[in-house]
């Protein structure tokens, strides 16, 4: 019998069975949590966290101080009041979605109230919203609108080995920001990766405290080739249907490539070679996973396969940090990345393909010992591992500055030369860049942003000579071609014309097709537009 006949009102009903159901997901992870390796040291880091300004923690793979971390402060009371989010930063979008639903999972929470996350072109926060996992060029952009980032209190920089050109810019400007805020609202930050060079960056947050966090990492067995390896697709390909018909289920396999097209190859390949293998082999699942791929196919990485499958998830280095693909036992790893770099004479920007750094490849192995003892095939000799660099080379040193320059002059630095860079930069390098923008308008003689000329262009996520010529595109009536041109060069135009080794003189052919006189640029242009007349 009840005495309140509003406790039975369909919106009664519909907050309870959602209350049930967030807490039964909360209960069912809670065990989980208590397993991982951080969760013993929970008190000793919430502490550090109250008592210094500035962390550096250096959490091995499997610690779970990506998801964990946040948690305990809000748990202990961080989150409180107005101006108390934790922004947790992330070097890649597909980690920040991925890792937010897996924490408001956690929590037992709606994704998008509590927790939420904030990427290009995609944002699930509300006004609830008390950890926000973000990328770090988002978290920049917040910057520029609110230069003292009222809302937060706390500032996770995780993945800080990765030395992207936004997270070298984000160090200065939160230590910057950290000594202008106030002592009733200060701003704290941490710094957080499982392969960090630690005393170099205490050193750059003022003599930071260093906190060790143990891992929960299962042995790795290592297997180096006998001898080079001429085409690493290919030998990827062998190693993975040798794994498959070798190995029993389950046990997924991961496997490391440079880039889109490498992977639609190789899948291509295992595809065909799938359909030769014996009637009762195990089924095959094969999963794409790369930066451009839509996140609804990127999530398909990320679910288990059905029983008496085996997943072989094909990846870019998106998949080396932060992300965690259950199931992976085996990894493939091809030995290089894709990069950008600079040519110094020259100019021009473009990707190349370079060998990866030892700590590049201690992460990539270490995603085969998640869950169980694991086995990791690098796609190279023993030696060659041996002669890699410790760590990769800060994006600063080896891009062009053109954009970092303009989004320090949006974010009103004027004296570049002088900015704490933790790797500073060549001042050649700093000079060709103002000199750029001063050819494209973008700042006066100066020194000083153009309005709104350089203001626009700084809102524009493109290199500054795409975000002019979108600009002026107007004025000569050709937006559509040049936003295909823009677009085109900014997703590695290089990959629209393939040359198989084996189809040299067809390759030429095709492309003469589409050739134009006034460069490869019309080029581009034509292919395109054939492509969406087809």
Same mark, same amino acid.
């Given at each position: 019998?009840?005495?309140?006949?509003?406790?039975?009102?369909?919106?009664?009903?519909?907050?309870?069975?959602?209350?049930?159901?967030?807490?039964?997901?909360?209960?069912?992870?809670?065990?989980?949590?208590?397993?991982?390796?951080?969760?013993?040291?929970?008190? #000793?880091?919430?502490?550090?966290?109250?008592?210094?300004?500035?962390?550096?923690?250096?959490?091995?793979?499997?610690?779970?101080?990506?998801?964990?971390?946040?948690?305990?402060?809000?748990?202990?009371?961080?989150?409180?009041? *107005?101006?108390?989010?934790?922004?947790?930063?992330?070097?890649?979008?597909?980690?920040?979605?991925?890792?937010?639903?897996?924490?408001?999972?956690?929590?037992?929470?709606?994704?998008?109230?509590?927790?939420?996350?904030?990427?290009?072109?995609?944002?699930?926060?509300?006004?609830?919203?008390?950890?926000?996992?973000?990328?770090?060029?988002?978290?920049?952009?917040?910057?520029?609108?609110?230069?003292?980032?009222?809302?937060?209190?706390?500032?996770?920089?995780?993945?800080?080995?990765?030395?992207?050109?936004?997270?070298?810019?984000?160090?200065?400007?939160?230590?910057?920001?950290?000594?202008?805020?106030?002592?009733?609202?200060?701003?704290?930050?941490?710094?957080?990766?499982?392969?960090?060079?630690?005393?170099?960056?205490?050193?750059?947050?003022?003599? #930071?405290?260093?906190?060790?966090?143990?891992?929960?990492?299962?042995?790795?067995?290592?297997?180096?080739?006998?001898?080079?390896?001429?085409?690493?697709?290919?030998?990827?390909?062998?190693?993975?249907?040798?794994?498959?018909?070798?190995?029993?289920?389950?046990?997924?396999?991961?496997?490391?490539?440079?880039?889109?097209?490498?992977?639609?190859?190789?899948?291509?390949?295992?595809?065909?070679?799938?359909?030769?293998?014996?009637?009762?082999?195990?089924?095959?699942?094969?999963?794409?996973?790369? #930066?451009?791929?839509?996140?609804?196919?990127?999530?398909?990485?990320?679910?288990?396969?059905?029983?008496?499958?085996?997943?072989?998830?094909?990846?870019?280095?998106?998949?080396?940090?932060?992300?965690?693909?259950?199931?992976?036992?085996?990894?493939?790893?091809? /030995?290089?990345?894709?990069?950008?770099?600079?040519?110094?004479?020259?100019?021009?920007?473009?990707?190349?393909?370079?060998?990866?750094?030892?700590?590049?490849?201690?992460?990539?192995?270490?995603?085969?010992?998640?869950?169980?003892?694991?086995?990791?095939?690098?796609?190279?000799?023993?030696?060659?591992?041996?002669?890699?660099?410790?760590?990769?080379?800060?994006?600063?040193?080896?891009?062009?500055?053109?954009?970092?320059?303009?989004?320090?002059?949006?974010?009103?630095?004027?004296?570049?030369?002088?900015?704490?860079?933790?790797?500073?930069?060549?001042?050649?390098?700093?000079?060709?860049?103002?000199?750029?923008?001063?050819?494209?308008?973008?700042?006066?003689?100066?020194?000083?942003?153009?309005?709104?000329?350089?203001?626009?262009? #700084?809102?524009?996520?493109?290199?500054?000579?795409? *975000?002019?010529? @979108?600009?002026?595109?107007?004025?000569?009536?050709?937006?559509?071609?040049? @936003?295909?041109?823009?677009?085109?060069?900014?997703?590695?135009?290089?990959?629209?014309?393939?040359?198989?080794?084996?189809?040299?003189?067809?390759?030429?052919?095709?492309?003469?097709?589409?050739?134009?006189?006034? /460069?490869?640029?019309?080029?581009?242009?034509?292919?395109?537009?054939?492509?969406?007349?087809?």
């Amino acid at each position: 019998r009840l005495s309140n006949s509003k406790a039975l009102s369909p919106n009664s009903r519909t907050t309870s069975a959602k209350f049930s159901k967030g807490k039964l997901k909360a209960l069912k992870f809670a065990a989980e949590r208590k397993k991982l390796p951080i969760y013993e040291g929970r008190q #000793a880091l919430v502490q550090a966290v109250r008592d210094n300004k500035c962390l550096v923690i250096v959490g091995e793979t499997g610690s779970g101080k990506t998801t964990q971390l946040p948690q305990y402060l809000y748990e202990t009371g961080f989150c409180k009041g *107005s101006g108390s989010t934790i922004a947790v930063t992330q070097p890649r979008r597909v980690a920040a979605v991925t890792v937010a639903q897996r924490v408001a999972d956690e929590m037992g929470s709606e994704l998008g109230e509590q927790v939420g996350y904030s990427v290009r072109f995609d944002d699930k926060t509300s006004r609830q919203t008390k950890i926000k996992y973000l990328t770090d060029g988002m978290l920049l952009r917040e910057a520029s609108i609110d230069p003292l980032l009222k809302r937060y209190s706390l500032v996770v920089l995780d993945e800080a080995h990765e030395r992207t050109l936004h997270t070298d810019i984000l160090f200065a400007i939160l230590k910057d920001i950290q000594k202008r805020r106030k002592k009733e609202a200060p701003l704290k930050i941490i710094a957080m990766s499982a392969t960090l060079q630690a005393e170099k960056f205490a050193g750059y947050f003022g003599g #930071a405290p260093i906190l060790y966090v143990k891992g929960r990492q299962f042995p790795v067995d290592i297997m180096y080739t006998l001898e080079p390896q001429q085409d690493y697709i290919d030998a990827a390909v062998t190693t993975v249907l040798q794994i498959h018909i070798e190995k029993d289920v389950p046990g997924d396999v991961l496997v490391f490539l440079t880039g889109q097209q490498e992977i639609e190859d190789c899948q291509r390949i295992l595809e065909e070679k799938r359909s030769l293998l014996p009637a009762d082999a195990p089924g095959l699942v094969i999963c794409p996973l790369y #930066a451009a791929l839509p996140a609804h196919q990127q999530l398909e990485a990320f679910k288990a396969a059905d029983r008496g499958c085996r997943k072989v998830v094909l990846a870019t280095n998106i998949a080396e940090t932060s992300v965690t693909i259950h199931g992976i036992v085996y990894v493939i790893d091809a /030995g290089v990345v894709k990069v950008r770099q600079n040519h110094p004479k020259t100019g021009i920007e473009s990707l190349v393909v370079v060998p990866i750094s030892k700590a590049e490849a201690w992460q990539r192995s270490g995603r085969a010992g998640r869950v169980q003892p694991g086995t990791c095939y690098r796609l190279f000799m023993e030696a060659t591992f041996k002669d890699l660099r410790e760590t990769r080379v800060p994006e600063v040193l080896r891009t062009s500055l053109a954009s970092v320059v303009l989004q320090l002059k949006a974010l009103r630095v004027d004296d570049v030369g002088n900015f704490d860079f933790m790797s500073k930069p060549p001042r050649a390098a700093i000079m060709r860049a103002l000199e750029e923008l001063v050819a494209l308008g973008a700042i006066n003689r100066k020194g000083k942003l153009s309005e709104p000329l350089g203001r626009k262009m #700084a809102e524009m996520p493109l290199a500054p000579k795409f *975000s002019r010529a @979108l600009l002026s595109s107007e004025k000569f009536d050709c937006v559509n071609e040049v @936003l295909t041109i823009v677009s085109l060069l900014s997703s590695d135009a290089g990959g629209l014309f393939i040359t198989p080794r084996t189809k040299r003189v067809e390759a030429a052919a095709a492309r003469r097709q589409f050739a134009a006189p006034e /460069g490869d640029l019309i080029t581009y242009l034509n292919v395109f537009q054939e492509y969406k007349s087809a």
